[in-house]
């Protein structure tokens, strides 16, 4: 009858085992990707709201900042306005300068 050697045997199932290591490493390692990559993209998600909120906020706060600072530059230049015709009217009666507020 047909006898089979061992080593043929052993190197079989040696093959298989491999095949079936290799196949299942690479499932294994398509899940943990899988879910590496959920968790990296709800993090980026998480960020991209918070940014978002946090430029809402400026935006909204920043107009207000600006619109001070606005009025506060309209205010210095009213100053030295007054200042310069109260210079103006100064040296021309040579009296000497007093400090007026509006």
């Known amino acids: ?3 089979i050697n061992p080593d043929i045997i052993v190197s079989f199932v040696a093959i298989l085992t491999a095949l079936f290591g290799g196949f299942s490493g ?29 430029l809402e906020y400026h935006e909204r706060h920043d107009d207000n900042r ?3 600072l606005d009025n ?11 200042n310069k015709i109260l210079d103006q009217e100064l ?12």
């Open 72 to 82: 506060r530059l309209w205010e210095i230049k009213m100053e030295m306005l007054r």
């Open 91 to 102: 040296s021309e009666s040579g009296s000497a300068r007093t400090q007026v507020t509006l």
């Open 26 to 54: 690479v499932w294994v390692l398509r899940g943990w990707f899988a879910s590496q990559f959920t968790k990296f993209y709800d993090r980026m998600e998480k960020m991209e709201t918070n940014i978002m909120n946090k």
């Open 1 to 3: 009858m047909f006898q």
């Open 66 to 68: 600006f619109g001070s």
